[in-house]
Structure formats: C-alpha cells, structure tokens
C-alpha cells in the first residue's frame, strides 16, 4: 500500500489539491475517498467524483477506471493512511484540547508561527473528532515545521484513539469546565479523560491551564506537564494605540507580551506564550494574541416556525464560559442579519469571580448598544435594577411568551448558556 499512498500524495503536490470525503465539496483535481457514515455511503458517490474530474478514487466498489481504486474496507484505507503520513511527517505536531477555546487556542498558536516565518499547518476549522482529524491529517503540509491539531472528545474512549492517530510531541489543555460532563460519569472522570491527551508515546512537553482545584490533577500527569491558572498569576494590562500590553508574573519571573485584542483575549495571550516558549524559546514578534485566531464556531443554526413566521434559531445552548460567551456575542453582532434577539443564559461553576463574569457580558451588551436582549438566570438578574433597559428572567419559561409576542420584530435569536439553563428546551417548543 506504501506505492498508492505515494502516488496519492504525489498528486496531491502535483494539482495542489485537497483529499475529501464528500463529493458536494470537490474541486477539480481533488481525491476523494468514499466512507460509509450511520447516514450514507460515501462509496455509491464514485461516480459524482469522476464527473467532477477527481484526480483519484478510492472507494470499495470494483469498477473500471484509470482513476479508481478499490479497496475492500476504506475506513482502514484511512486509517493507515494516516499512520503512513504521521510516520513520515519530519515535522513536530501540537495537540490542543479543552471545554473551551480551542479552536482559537490552535488558530492563535498557527498564526503566531506564521507571523513570525515558522512554516506551519492547522487542522481545519473545528473538525475535532476522528473523521475531522482524519481529514486534517491526510491534507497536511508535510514541508512544514509545525502541525497544530484541535482534538475534541464526548465519549471516555475518544481522546485515547485520537491520541493513537496524532501521536502528539506537544500537548495544550485549554481548561476543563464542569458545563460539559455529557457522556461522562461525573467532572472528575471528564478530567481524567482530557489528560489522556498526554499519553502520547512521543510527548515532549505539555500544559494544562486549569481553573479548579490543582489537587485534581496533580497526581494524573508527569513531570513534562505544567500546571498555570491564569485567574492566579499577577498581572495588568496597559493599552498602547491599537495593542495591549500583558505585564504578568509566573514562577517569580516578570513577562511583559503583547495582544492585538482586549481584556477577555488576556488569558489565551498568557497561555499561548507559555506553552509556545516549551518548543521555541524565543519569537521575533511579542505578539502572542491575533484577532484573526477568532473564528466562527459551530453553532447550530435551526430553523423554524413561530406562529406563521419563518425564525432562525442559533443554537448555543449547550455551554456557556465567559470567554466563550464573550467571543459569541461579538460573532453574531457581525452577522448582517435583521431583527436579531439575544437570549443569554447565566454561567455556571465559576466562583468567586462570577458576579465580575456576568457584570462584564451585561456591559458588553450595553457597549454594542444591543436593543433586544434577555437574560436568564440569578447570576444575571441580580444586576436587573442596574440596567433595567434589558429584560432579566429567572429562568427560560417566560420567553416562550416573549417571543409569541414580540414575533412581528423578531426573524434570528441567538440563543446560549450553561445546560443547567435548559435553554435548548425555547428551540424544542417550536422546532417540532
């Protein structure tokens, strides 16, 4: 097989082309490789590939064509594919998990390695699991220095076979937050299974950014990983023009680095400088937060019907981090979309700096000058008589009413907040 994985990266570095597993999205050119999903079968599209000019298919179907390949099993054709580039690739591969942030945290450390001339690659866009991985992997630029994977996990078996695949050198834990247990027993098995990320055989270095106990975790990593929450370190931030300037202290030393974003981009700064510092100690630029790395996540958009009128719902009722929300908010005050209402639900699980947390997202709101806004939840509504222009509810029940109302005026509703929120409860009442 090492003949044919050859000749498809050949052909890869020849038309300059991607490997792809959905016909929908080929170009001329490009390989596409058939995988049969719980859905489809990826394998009965060989033909739509063809039509496209595909520069090489590989499906289980035996017909014949200069340009197809059968192979019996071709999620096994992926899967040591993937060995075979991972083994060749000269190059060092960074692995970043988390509950929160990483995408941006891959995107930021990508664009900080470019900035400063390091050829590199990033997996694409938030594709987390081990299609997405997959996919990352086999369109790697394998002249490159560096290799920056997002991986994600909702099962306690996920990262263990992620991890198996990549074979990390580097590895970051954005944060682990108690919002996201899902499928998990309960937050400390959630621990557990995101550290499995530094059970790669070939690690070098790795850090975890924590927001909880270090007691947690202390005992569950070696001596490669180092533990730093951000929440603890002494630190300040001086605006210059159109940067900031982070002046903060770790381990007794002082640091002084720069972001080209505000206050809430601070704690991705921090850390990705003192993760990045693990492999290259010293970078041209002392940029180490890039507006860029902020992109859109994967939000569900549902849409459906209120009364007679059409309404689209942006589902992000699964989570909700003050970064998180943060970054959101300004995501979906971009979109050139009309009669927009925000429905924020309040954050769990944050201590003694949650009413700071929830004061800062109020203010966001009032700063982008939102007009229809609702917020749900104690930790917002104790602020009500401070910005009494919004609507504050304790809980989602009331906006089912508010909506039948307000309908005439309202087409895109942003919905998002901690599952505890049970906003996702608003979408089912009308996406039925």
Do not use: W
Request: aromatic share 14%; glycine share 4%.
């Amino acid at each position: 097989m090492q003949k044919i994985y050859k000749i498809i990266l050949n052909l890869r570095s020849k038309y300059k082309s991607n490997i792809v597993f959905d016909t929908r999205l080929m170009k001329k050119n490009d390989i596409f490789i058939g995988l049969k999903t719980k859905k489809n079968d990826g394998n009965l599209y060989y033909s739509d590939a063809l039509k496209k000019k595909a520069a090489y298919v590989i499906v289980n179907v035996k017909k014949k064509h200069p340009k197809l390949l059968y192979v019996k099993d071709t999620q096994l054709f992926v899967k040591n594919f993937c060995k075979f580039i991972i083994e060749t690739y000269k190059g060092k591969i960074i692995a970043v998990t988390g509950s929160v942030g990483k995408t941006t945290f891959k995107e930021n450390i990508y664009l900080i390695l470019i900035k400063n001339n390091i050829s590199s690659y990033r997996s694409y866009k938030n594709y987390n699991n081990i299609q997405g991985l997959q996919f990352s992997i086999m369109n790697m630029n394998l002249s490159s220095k560096y290799s920056v994977f997002e991986l994600g996990i909702n099962t306690s078996k996920e990262m263990t076979n992620l991890i198996k695949t990549l074979k990390p050198h580097y590895c970051l834990v954005t944060g682990i937050e108690n919002s996201h247990i899902g499928n998990f027993r309960n937050f400390n098995h959630l621990i557990d299974n995101k550290l499995k990320i530094f059970k790669s055989e070939r690690l070098i270095s790795g850090l975890v950014n924590y927001n909880y106990s270090p007691r947690d975790i202390k005992g569950k990593i070696d001596s490669k990983v180092e533990l730093v929450n951000v929440n603890n370190l002494k630190k300040n931030i001086l605006k210059y023009k159109k940067e900031f300037i982070i002046n903060f202290t770790h381990n007794s030393k002082k640091y002084s680095i720069k972001s080209l974003s505000g206050e809430f981009c601070l704690e991705i700064a921090i850390v990705s400088y003192l993760f990045i510092k693990k492999f290259i100690k010293k970078i041209k630029l002392n940029i180490y937060f890039y507006s860029d790395s902020i992109i859109e996540s994967r939000g569900k958009e549902v849409s459906t019907y209120i009364g007679s009128k059409k309404v689209s719902f942006y589902d992000h009722s699964y989570n909700a981090s003050p970064y998180s929300l943060h970054k959101q908010i300004l995501i979906f005050n971009k979109r050139n979309i009309k009669q927009k209402v925000y429905i924020l639900g309040s954050m769990k699980e944050l201590g003694a700096i949650s009413d700071f947390s929830h004061l800062q997202i109020i203010e966001l709101a009032a700063y982008l000058k939102i007009k229809k806004i609702i917020f749900i939840g104690d930790e917002f509504h104790k602020f009500k008589k401070r910005f009494n222009k919004f609507i504050f509810y304790k809980n989602y029940k009331p906006i089912i009413k508010y909506l039948n109302k307000e309908i005439t005026n309202i087409k895109n509703i942003f919905v998002m907040g901690s599952r505890s929120n049970q906003l996702d409860r608003i979408i089912k009442e009308y996406a039925r």
